[in-house]
């Protein structure tokens, strides 16, 4: 019996691993304008706040939570092109920063909040549950909001 229920487990979490979006990308590079991307301390804080987000009004299909495991794998990837010419707006020290938050051992959220008004609520509903950074992708700039 335990054997079928960790199957089962198992089956459940590939499932909810496949049908995760993906990370925002314009031409195979990290580019999530009208995202809000936040750090927190570890994977338990992350689900926290995008429960809590859900519960402030937010959509399940605008928040989305990524494990280090994910960051990493997305990282790598990106990593793998970082000749391309697409990849000269790529802030290496960005990707840096997240490779370093990746390692140790933060979860991330990556929140649609295209409006300034929006964008501020979700850090302000998230910022209790260790909030260690926070990053608004506009369409030509990039603004720190935690």
Do not use: W
């Not at 570890?42 to 402030?56: G, I, P, T, V």
């Not at 495991?69 to 290496?92: C, F």
């Not at 609520?121 to 549950?129: D, G, K, S, T």
Request: glycine letters at 4%; a negative charge; hydrophobic letters at 40%.
């Amino acid at each position: 019996m335990a054997n079928k229920n960790s199957s089962s487990a198992a089956t459940r979490a590939k499932l909810e691993a496949s049908a995760k979006k993906k990370f925002p990308t314009s031409f195979g590079v990290f580019s999530p304008t009208g995202y809000v991307l936040m750090v927190f301390a570890d994977d338990a804080n992350a689900e926290r706040a995008r429960q809590a987000l859900l519960d402030s009004g937010f959509n399940e299909k605008d928040v989305t939570h990524y494990g280090r495991d994910e960051v990493l794998a997305e990282i790598e990837k990106s990593e793998a092109h970082a000749n391309d010419p697409v990849q000269i707006g790529q802030e290496v020290d960005k990707v840096d920063r997240y490779l370093e938050f990746a390692k140790q051992g933060c979860g991330f959220l990556v929140v649609h909040a295209p409006e300034e008004k929006k964008s501020a609520l979700a850090v302000n509903v998230v910022r209790p549950f260790q909030l260690k950074f926070a990053e608004k992708y506009n369409r030509l700039t990039l603004e720190e909001l935690a």
